[in-house]
């Protein structure tokens, strides 16, 4: 898809301090109307909708050619949100929000049951996120939570600048956030925060040095250390997480007949078979 496409007015600059606010003003409200936007992060670039548009999130999933059992995860502008989306939040996801967000922190914790929201296969749980992009928060601050995933089709590169992402997406968005380009780097830590003691899903960016160092005398568990044989864990739905997915980003995992769930770069960490469920080939 050229420069001279049709398509190329759905580019609304965001570097220009000029027109930014009114970029951010058009695309804020392509999202109240229900339709799809790209938005820049401080990965990638993420393609969502209003997470509690049940239309607008399965159009972000038919844009990327994707099914329901790949659920995005929600970015949020601040931490307060929260409590309108989860329940039963410790009170350590609680520290790492306060000490880490906005940041690389994506923390899986269990959904408020009341929310008329559908994100796809959750089992209950939700993967929520601040991030670190001054964009993505004012877009975030004007529109509130947002079902948010890599600017790609299921299978291609994620994008790093909102052209890439129209030379993919194309008219299945209704505005693109250019914002210049964005190098990704490591993804976002994911940890599952729905038992009494956090669990890594996936190592990234915020080492567990850095997350133990504020969690006091709360364990972190990491996926690599084996379990003890002696006292067997049984599956439990808590450590379902919904989605180990934020924007270009992948996470794998070593459970016999499971499959990459999300569209995240390996990280190479084994997870405990009760972390994550196993998927149909």
Not at 21 to 33: N, P, T
Not at 220 to 227: C, G, T
Not at 239 to 260: T, Y
């Amino acid at each position: 898809m050229g420069v001279g496409s049709p398509l190329q007015d759905r580019l609304l600059d965001c570097t220009d301090p000029d027109v930014r606010e009114s970029s951010l003003a058009r695309a804020a409200e392509q999202v109240r109307e229900g339709r799809v936007v790209v938005l820049p992060t401080d990965t990638v670039y993420g393609v969502g909708a209003d997470a509690f548009d049940v239309v607008a999130v399965a159009m972000v999933l038919a844009a990327k050619h994707r099914g329901r059992e790949m659920p995005p995860p929600v970015l949020v502008p601040d931490a307060r949100t929260v409590d309108g989306l989860a329940t039963d939040v410790p009170l350590y996801a609680r520290i790492l929000m306060r000490q880490f967000w906005p940041g690389p922190l994506t923390l899986v914790v269990r959904a408020q049951p009341s929310l008329q929201w559908d994100l796809g296969e959750t089992n209950g749980t939700v993967a929520l996120r601040m991030p670190d992009d001054e964009t993505a928060l004012l877009l975030l601050a004007e529109v509130g939570p947002m079902a948010v995933t890599s600017a790609n089709v299921t299978g291609r590169p994620a994008a790093s600048t909102a052209q890439e992402a129209l030379e993919q997406l194309g008219g299945a968005v209704a505005a693109y956030l250019d914002d210049g380009p964005r190098t990704g780097g490591l993804p976002s830590t994911i940890l599952d925060c729905t038992g009494e003691e956090p669990v890594v899903l996936r190592a990234g960016a915020l080492s567990p040095a850095d997350i133990r160092g504020v969690l006091g005398t709360t364990v972190l568990h990491d996926p690599a250390e084996p379990s003890d044989p002696a006292e067997p864990s049984e599956p439990a739905e808590a450590a379902e997480p919904a989605e180990r997915e934020e924007a270009g980003e992948r996470v794998e995992h070593d459970i016999p007949g499971a499959r990459l769930v999300g569209s995240v770069v390996p990280s190479g960490v084994s997870v405990p078979a009760p972390a994550l469920r196993t998927l149909s080939p």
